[in-house]
């Protein structure tokens, strides 16, 4: 099964899902990442819209996301807000020419694409030459006990949400030509990280 056709089934309770993380950790790095941005931001893999009301006003916000169903969730938070459009579009494929944002952001995404890598050089292509990554995802930790752990689950939650708890999210940003600003480890060890990228 595809991750949009996963996604599509799961989006009705993706938030509930979700909440053990988003209630406790999420929803405050979501606002420390999102809310000193501005300009034109792209958004891919906006799945249900939890982070737009973290952006300020002055943001052009553009979300996509390959899940019609997950799309449908972030429109009705994006109702009444004139400054956010929706987009179904395949992060691997992005229909934006080159040099078109200020920020792309990610949040819980990179672990979900097919192929992430194909997916970031996208990305740094449409980002402006003075733009930016942002990143908060989870990958594969440096810890032996708890990559360990995650080699463990990652069968079980590729299975229930698409996710991949393996990946070498850091080195894949760098591989894609980026330059690394920021490395922050969140939580669980550095499973968790917030990165920040220039093209
Ligand atoms: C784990 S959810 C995270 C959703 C949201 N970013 C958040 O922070 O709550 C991953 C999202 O990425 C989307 N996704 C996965 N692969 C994609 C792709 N190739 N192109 C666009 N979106 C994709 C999924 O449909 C899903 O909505």
Redesign the pocket.
């Known amino acids: 099964m595809s991750?949009?056709s996963k996604?599509n089934r799961i989006a009705p309770i993706y938030e509930f899902i979700?909440l053990p993380l988003e209630l406790p950790y999420f929803r405050k790095w979501r606002k420390e990442a999102l809310s000193g941005l501005s300009g034109r931001v792209l958004e891919?893999?906006?799945?249900?819209g939890?982070?737009l009301k973290h952006y300020p006003l002055n943001c052009s916000v553009t979300g996509?996301?390959?899940?019609k169903g997950?799309l449908e969730k972030a429109g009705e938070k994006a109702k009444g807000k004139k400054n956010v459009t929706l987009l179904l579009?395949?992060?691997?494929h992005l229909e934006f020419p080159d040099n078109s944002f200020d920020y792309v952001v990610t949040?819980?995404?990179l672990c979900?694409?097919?192929d992430p890598l194909k997916?970031l050089k996208e990305m740094r292509r449409v980002l402006k030459p003075s733009g930016e990554l942002i990143a908060l995802e989870h990958m594969h930790s440096s810890d032996p006990f708890i990559a360990r752990l995650e080699d463990i689950i990652n069968p079980f939650m590729f299975f229930l949400?698409g996710?991949h708890m393996t990946r070498h999210t850091v080195k894949d940003i760098k591989e894609a030509g980026f330059t690394i600003q920021e490395i922050k480890n969140l939580a669980f060890r550095d499973v968790f990280r917030k990165i920040r990228a220039k093209p």
């Open positions: 991750a949009a996604y979700d891919v893999g906006i799945g249900t939890r982070n996509i996301d390959n899940s997950m579009m395949d992060a691997e949040t819980f995404v979900t694409i097919r997916a949400l996710d």
